[in-house]
């Protein structure tokens, strides 16, 4: 049996089949000088892999629910994508630049995206520097259309599995919600990054932080993932897993026994009743306290909320 550790990212233990999604083909963008009667073929082409993938993102946020808990996360994520798509100063922006320097447009738009994604690692917020992952995750998809690039299709990850990769994109991760997987072991990626987030909220265990883990660990073999404890255990004994399994069962009867709680008054051993508060950074995370039985809000992390306000109406 193999042990790695990792940086704990959304709780909770797994036991499944070993998955390995390769890593990307890093896209080859070519990087030439184009004449001045290229410009507008080259700006159509940009605009209709724009229109493209806001299509089939608009098709994937049409098929959610706008009244389901879990289904607002995922909302979230392809509402922001298409912001970012049809952000006017960022368009404006790569007009600009592909204009005055006459770049051909693949890399005009690859530059501009990752000059973007640096200025958020740098602004001096973390949640703000895992957004950067998005730019680059939604502009990477463009550029994908406009080469004609046909990425590993992840609806082809089977029930069951133990996902480890270098790092997964917000999509990727809300077509994983669906196949039932036992867990994410991912080497990129951080506790604020949308793919935390929307794993946490699907209740998948994932341990981040993980060197090269989808170079050390082979398909098919047996892995379990504790996300609590940040630790991947490949090819377990039987008493391991056997230890595990029992681990899973006692953390399924705790959840039970908590939601008995969840219309009681919190009281102190002596009787002295008090308020028990919620930490929140969306008005979305306030309906979840709500409903999980907080009697109000102890911190707003208001950053995140001013982020989402200047986003919406950019």
């Known amino acids: ?5 990792g940086i704990p990212a959304a709780d909770g233990t797994g036991i ?12 080859a963008i070519p990087q030439h000088h184009i004449n ?11 605009e209709a892999a724009v229109q493209t993938v806001t299509l089939e993102l608009s098709e994937l946020l049409d098929s959610l629910s706008k009244t389901n808990e879990r289904d607002k996360a995922q909302r979230e994520v392809f509402e922001t994508y298409i912001l970012m798509l049809e952000d006017p100063v960022f368009k404006q922006e790569v007009r600009d630049f592909y204009e005055n320097q006459l770049f051909n447009i693949e890399y005009t738009v690859q530059f501009k995206a990752e000059e973007y994604a640096a200025k958020l690692r740098q602004a001096g917020n973390y949640y703000l520097s895992e957004r950067a992952q998005d730019i680059t995750d939604v502009f990477g998809r463009v550029l994908d259309e406009m080469l004609d690039i046909h990425p590993f299709d992840i609806n082809s990850v089977p029930d069951g599995s133990v996902i480890l990769a270098t790092s997964l994109s917000s999509s990727d991760t809300i077509i994983l919600s669906k196949r039932k997987i036992a867990g994410l072991a991912l080497s990129e990626g951080g506790v604020s990054s949308h ?9 998948i265990p994932t341990v981040v932080g993980l060197e090269n883990i989808s170079k050390k660990v082979r398909n098919g073999e047996t892995v379990i993932i504790d996300g609590k404890d940040a630790e991947i255990l490949v090819s377990p004994d039987r008493n391991t897993i056997e230890d595990y399994k029992q681990k899973i069962r006692d953390e399924y009867q705790r959840k039970l026994s908590l939601r008995s709680f969840l219309n009681k008054p ?3 051993k002596d009787g002295i009743r008090f308020k028990l508060l919620a930490n929140i950074g969306t008005p979305e995370e306030a309906e979840i306290a709500l409903a999980e039985g907080a ?7 208001t950053e995140f909320f001013v982020y989402g306000s200047k986003r919406r109406f950019s």
């Open 266 to 268: 919190a009281v102190t």
């Open 295 to 301: 009697d109000g809000i102890g911190l707003f992390r």
């Open 195 to 203: 793919v935390v987030i929307l794993a946490r909220n699907y209740g």
């Open 1 to 5: 049996m193999e042990v790695f550790l």
């Open 36 to 46: 001045i009667d290229q410009l507008n073929k080259g700006w159509k082409r940009f």
């Open 16 to 27: 499944g089949t070993a998955f390995v999604i390769p890593d990307q083909v890093k896209r």
